[in-house]
């Protein structure tokens, strides 16, 4: 080859890699390009909807903290702020915040709808849910036994439709004892509870090809669970204070456990035995309440409440020389607090934000028919008509009549009178 041939040769090896070169480089370009164009950023969202947000949070898994406040210029339902900033990556963020406007204050609509914040809380109390039909119990209304502590299926159905129809939406009872009441405007807090452990609390009949657990219909929970699905609204939870038998049911208790606390129920210490606490020695106290936190502990640890439901509702005062190892109990090297007890007792509670309130040794409405005497629900929801809690839709405020304002304690929340 003559050295003509091999300059021309050389020339066109060089064009070809220079080619080659700049296809790779356009491909690049092109990539980031396309890169770019399909990142996500976020988008400002302020003086959107509600609802706007909350289908763009869920579009890009994002989870959604949404707070309110009255504002005299964002009208109601649209955003006043959020705390991530426009054109951030999206992929570096997994929470928004936002303040949602509840338009503006106006004091007349509040006391027009009565809204009172320091207004009384009922906790109810059931036991059991046993298999009869109503008009089969040969007691009162639907209790199965005399003293009303069993109620039918149909009964507890009923009782939930009742809430429910009366304005009332649940919250979990560890909420209401931190002050943290999330009831939409207009609503009232209600506190549904289980002492006991009854089987019938959440009767399993079986598993599925998955392993989960198949739960009775006719159950506490089956019955909740099919209230959930038809009234989304009322937030449907409970909390079931458990014996040293859990649930009655060995071979699914620790499922049991974990589905509950997977499902938006609360798990609570009723002793290992029942034990009347006022009859027994400090050292028995301690060692059944012990029990049941160790259990508990071993299961579901970290998840259950630090709430006692005190069986019989003994001792009956504060001042019983046991009631303090009812809230400081050691056992075998173990310590465990107790931020709350339940009492038996018949009428609703203070609300969390009245001076009167006192968690360690809180009242419970008894969920039996009477004839609306003697503080059955009948009777204790017609006294809560003039003095029940009704929500202003704010966690962050405090909305009550200028004249129950000495009432209040000292708070951080914004309080607002009219």
């Known amino acids: 080859m003559n050295k003509?041939?091999?300059?021309?040769?050389?020339?066109?090896?060089?064009?070809?890699?220079?080619?080659?070169?700049?296809?790779?480089?356009?491909?690049?370009?092109?990539?980031?390009?396309?890169?770019?164009?399909?990142?996500?950023?976020?988008?400002?969202?302020?003086?959107?909807?509600?609802?706007?947000?909350?289908?763009?949070?869920?579009?890009?898994?994002?989870?959604?903290?949404?707070?309110?406040?009255?504002?005299?210029?964002?009208?109601k339902d649209k955003v006043i702020s959020q705390n991530v900033k426009e054109n951030?990556?999206?992929?570096?963020?997994?929470?928004?915040?936002i303040v949602v406007s509840l338009?503006?204050?106006?004091?007349e609509q509040l006391k027009e709808d009565k809204i009172n914040e320091l207004g009384t809380v009922p906790i109810m109390m059931y036991h059991g849910?046993?298999?009869?039909?109503?008009?089969?119990?040969?007691?009162?209304?639907?209790?199965v036994d005399k003293d009303g502590y069993t109620r039918t299926p149909e009964?507890?159905?009923?009782?939930?439709?009742?809430?429910?129809?009366?304005?009332?939406?649940?919250?979990?009872?560890?909420?209401?004892?931190?002050?943290?009441i999330d009831v939409a405007y207009g609503y009232s807090p209600i506190i549904i509870t289980f002492d006991d452990g009854n089987a019938n609390n959440i009767k399993v009949t079986g598993l599925d090809s998955n392993g989960n657990i198949i739960i009775d219909e006719n159950s506490a929970v089956g019955i909740l669970e099919a209230f959930k699905k038809k009234h989304p609204d009322m937030n449907v939870t409970a909390t079931f204070f458990v014996n040293g038998g859990i649930f009655e049911q060995p071979e699914y208790n620790e499922k049991i456990l974990k589905w509950l606390i997977e499902n938006g129920y609360d798990v609570g210490n009723h002793t290992e035995n029942h034990l009347d606490i006022k009859t027994s020695s400090k050292e028995q106290v301690q060692k059944e309440i012990a029990y049941v936190y160790d259990e508990l502990e071993k299961i579901i640890p970290g998840k259950?409440?630090?709430?006692?439901?005190?069986p019989f509702g003994s001792p009956y005062n504060k001042t019983h020389s046991n009631f303090e190892y009812v809230l400081n109990t050691t056992y075998n090297n173990k310590t465990y607090k107790t931020k709350a007890a339940l009492r038996v007792g018949w009428e609703a509670e203070e609300s969390p934000f009245s001076k009167n309130f006192d968690p360690t040794f809180l009242k419970r409405c008894r969920a039996y028919d009477n004839n609306g005497?003697?503080?059955d629900i009948e009777m204790n929801f017609r006294i809560l008509e003039n003095k029940k809690y009704i929500s202003d839709g704010n966690i962050n405020t405090i909305v009550i009549p200028e004249d129950k304002e000495d009432l209040l304690k000292n708070t951080d929340k914004k309080v607002i009178t009219y």
């Open 4 to 75: 003509k041939k091999r300059k021309l040769k050389v020339k066109r090896i060089i064009a070809l890699i220079i080619v080659i070169i700049l296809i790779i480089i356009g491909i690049i370009l092109l990539f980031k390009k396309d890169n770019k164009i399909k990142e996500k950023l976020m988008i400002n969202l302020v003086n959107e909807d509600i609802s706007s947000a909350k289908e763009y949070a869920n579009d890009n898994d994002l989870k959604l903290n949404i707070t309110y406040e009255y504002s005299d210029e964002v009208v």
């Open 88 to 97: 951030t990556k999206l992929e570096e963020i997994s929470t928004i915040d």
């Open 103 to 107: 338009g503006k204050l106006n004091k």
């Open 129 to 143: 849910i046993r298999e009869k039909r109503t008009t089969d119990t040969g007691t009162v209304g639907g209790n």
């Open 155 to 180: 009964a507890f159905r009923e009782d939930l439709e009742f809430y429910y129809e009366k304005g009332y939406r649940m919250i979990r009872l560890e909420d209401y004892v931190n002050g943290k």
């Open 304 to 310: 259950y409440i630090n709430i006692i439901a005190l």
């Open 373 to 375: 005497k003697d503080f």
